[in-house]
């Protein structure tokens, strides 16, 4: 096994803290993190409570393979039920908190309840306490995170924690650790500061003495690296590049959504891309990216570390941004850059800066920020909301000052922080929000790439990429190519997806591993690690399992097949330009047979033989 | 006839000097098959991974195929690349 069998209840109404035994039937079911989270949120939260009240739980949770030497085995999860969509929420994050809570010995931290005040959680291996964050209360992540080192004087700490958008409300703040890793998606943050708490602070040095088949897992976890070592995305494309490679490549076929999705093709696609970020520049001859990162034990190393031009507008008098920090990944260089029209890259690295600052999701910032510009365009906002900012697409100021007022919940920052459903309803445009299930779409259009569309419509935590990544096979031909223009198939392709990441999410590995790894390569690791026989066919059931047990969380909590849908002019308004031009979603089409290879009613529900199947709870 | 060619990520350096950012615009022969461009450009089969004309992929079976390209497409290509 290697999970510690422990967790940690806080009560955040009474102060308490109490640890409890993991429940190992249910391990063995989910495996841990998302799938283990998830089954605990359905045991203890009626799915229909209030997002924002202390009736919600919200749970860091780690995988049997978090703090392992398995390469990427640094993940952890935030998840609750969200503000943004009203469904289950899962976050996954990288960086280093989620390896070193498992070094203090807990698989998870299960919060509860509302505190009267602002505290924070401190955890040293098994002392864990409630300590007052008054003091914290009102300052971003970045500053927050200074003055917790400061208390708690080891380098070693690592931290979790809100920024002010969290405080102020904003529906898709997320949960920062390590400055700029985040729990990004669906509010969690939102949820984490209703809950008045503010950070979790861990130090563990108990490290990780619980491995099964020790032998076993130093010869699967070597194979597995030397498969991530070989392959050219894992191995040379994504450290060299990472994410922000897309940025050319969806852009050429045509499926890169642009100014709030009225286009498909964004002309200012290579100023925002990950060549440019390599492109010295004019100022000071240094290019945008310093260098590249690696989470907890990952031996891919993907992220991103820049310094934004000095003499940029947006920080020319700010010093304080003259920094080394989280760069441009592609899904908020997309959000940030052609979905506002934006294509100054220094702006999007300010933003996202700003994001990491005060714990900020960038994909859902960015996709608001475009709805807000077309709301103004079509004139249903004017400068009488926007404190006389002219928030226009492609404008660099607006898309600045929009996210600094945003990061503070100032003005009209307080209706972005709203989200793009909620914005576009308010001002009586609701056709103009780009969202499912109220949550932000990702940096793929469903015109261009047919299974993303189904993807997007069926995934459980609204419009999401990383649920079901079919991109991998429709674009990039991985593990095989599909054409992205066909929706014959992708109803299948979408399930095993989305069952495929569901099981790699509950392991404490990052799904970006799968781009060389197959579940064969990841089965071995899970096997070695963990008690039992974990097989790839185990591996895909649990994964089905998942999903299945968040399909009906989320039907208890109120949504049925008709939230599997998408914003009419995905459906409707055909691509203008690129290969798509001329085509909608198939949604339609694709839907009904998502259902049935799902094993679902005709109208998405789970129906009482897969269910009982799959031994789904309740 | 004349084409646009962009090679990406760690492709870039192979192409012309007339090249701006990553695109640049070549003289081929009429009927030039797509794997005679990216022989005469010494970018590694292998490593010509997706291969996109105006956007949309060409397969494997038909890189060696004449009459694949017309005056003014675009000829896109990358190494094994991934992201999300
Ligand atoms: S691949 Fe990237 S995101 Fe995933 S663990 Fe490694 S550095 Fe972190």
Redesign the interface.
């Known amino acids: 096994m290697s999970w510690t069998r422990k967790l940690l209840r806080v009560n955040l109404s009474n102060g308490t803290v109490t640890e409890e035994a993991l429940n190992m039937q249910w391990a063995n079911d989910y495996l841990g993190q998302r799938g283990l989270a998830t089954r605990y949120m359905v045991e203890e939260t009626d799915p229909a409570c209030d997002p924002l009240g202390p009736d919600n739980k919200l749970i860091m949770a780690t995988g049997p393979l978090t703090g392992t030497m398995a390469s990427t085995g640094g993940r952890y999860s935030v998840i609750c039920k969200s503000p943004l969509t009203n469904a289950i929420a899962c976050s996954n994050s990288g960086g280093f908190f989620g390896a070193e809570l498992k070094f203090a010995g807990w698989d998870m931290v299960i919060f509860e309840g509302r505190a009267a005040s602002p505290m924070y959680l401190s955890i040293e291996n098994e002392k864990a306490s409630l300590l007052p964050a008054d003091d914290l209360w009102g300052k971003s992540v970045w500053e927050a995170d200074k003055v917790l080192r400061t208390k708690h004087q080891d380098p070693q700490t690592r931290i979790a924690c809100v920024g002010r958008s969290a405080e102020q409300g904003c529906l898709y703040a997320a949960v920062v650790n390590d400055l700029h890793r985040a729990a990004g998606r669906s509010g969690v943050g939102t949820v984490m500061a209703s809950k008045n708490l503010k950070a979790v602070v861990v130090r563990g040095t108990l490290g990780i003495g619980n491995v099964e088949n020790p032998e076993a897992f130093m010869s699967a976890t070597k194979a597995g690296k030397a498969v991530l070592a070989e392959?050219?995305?894992t191995g040379?494309?994504?450290p060299?590049?990472?994410?922000?490679?897309?940025m050319?490549?969806i852009n050429?076929?045509?499926a890169l959504p642009t100014r709030n999705m009225r286009e498909t093709q964004f002309e200012g696609a290579?100023n925002v891309s990950?060549?440019?970020m390599l492109e010295p520049r004019k100022s000071d001859g240094k290019p945008n990216l310093t260098t590249n990162g690696a989470c907890y034990a990952c031996t891919i190393a993907?992220g991103r570390i820049s310094t934004i031009d000095r003499t940029h507008f947006s920080v020319k008098d700010k010093p304080e941004y003259w920094i080394n920090s989280g760069g441009l990944?592609?899904?908020a260089a997309w959000a940030l850059g052609p979905d506002t029209g934006v294509d100054d890259i220094d702006a999007l690295t300010y933003v996202n800066f700003l994001c990491n600052e005060d714990g900020m999701d960038p994909i859902s910032l960015g996709s608001t920020i475009a709805a807000a510009m077309e709301l103004f365009e079509s004139g249903a906002i004017t400068t009488a909301q926007t404190d006389g900012v002219e928030l226009k697409f492609g404008s660099a100021e607006a898309l600045c000052w929009a996210a600094e007022v945003t990061a503070k919940g100032e003005g009209f920052g307080r209706d972005i922080g709203l989200g793009s459903k909620r914005l576009c309803e308010k001002y009586g445009r609701p056709e103009f929000s780009m969202t499912v299930k109220g949550q932000e779409f990702p940096a793929y259009d469903p015109r261009g790439i047919q299974g993303m569309g189904l993807a997007y419509a069926t995934s459980n935590r609204g419009a999401c990429?990383?649920r079901g990544?079919t991109?991998?096979s429709e674009?990039?031909?991985?593990p095989e190519?599909t054409?992205p223009l066909e929706s014959d198939g992708k109803a299948g392709l979408v399930k095993a997806f989305q069952d495929a990441t569901a099981a790699v999410d509950s392991a404490g590995l990052c799904?970006?591993t799968t781009?060389a790894w197959t579940m064969d390569d990841i089965a071995p690791q899970v096997d070695a690690a963990c008690e039992g026989d974990w097989s790839t066919d185990r591996m895909m059931e649990v994964g089905e399992r998942i999903w299945n047990m968040e399909r009906e969380y989320n039907a208890k909590a109120g949504l049925t097949g008709a939230d599997d849908n998408l914003p009419a002019r995905l459906v409707s308004e055909p691509a203008n330009v690129?290969?798509a031009a001329g085509r909608v979603s198939e949604l339609d089409k694709m839907l009904p047979e998502y259902y049935a290879a799902r094993g679902w009613t005709s109208d998405g529900s789970v129906t009482v033989e897969t269910h009982s199947r799959l031994g789904l709870p309740g | 006839m004349q084409i646009t060619f962009?090679l990406?990520?760690?492709l870039?350096d192979l192409l012309p000097s007339n090249a701006v950012?990553?695109?640049a615009s070549i003289d081929v022969p009429e009927g030039a098959s797509l794997n005679s461009i990216i022989d005469k450009y010494h970018v590694p089969r292998e490593?010509a991974?997706?291969v996109?004309i105006?956007?949309?992929?060409v397969?494997d079976a038909d890189r060696d195929q004449s009459g694949m390209l017309k005056e003014g497409d675009?000829l896109?290509i990358?190494?094994?690349?991934?992201?999300?």
Do not use: M, S
């Not at chain 1, 060299?240 to 897309?246: F, I, P, R, S």
């Not at chain 2, 105006?54 to 992929?57: T, W």
């Open positions: 392959n050219a995305v040379q494309g994504l060299a590049y990472g994410t922000q490679v897309l050319n490549v050429e076929v045509g290579a990950a060549e440019a993907c990944e592609y899904e990429h990383l990544y991109v991998a674009i990039l031909g991985i190519k054409d799904v970006f781009f690129g290969p | 962009k990406y990520a760690t870039g950012r990553n695109v490593l991974h997706l996109l105006n956007g949309v992929f397969c675009v896109a990358w190494p094994p690349v991934a992201g999300g």
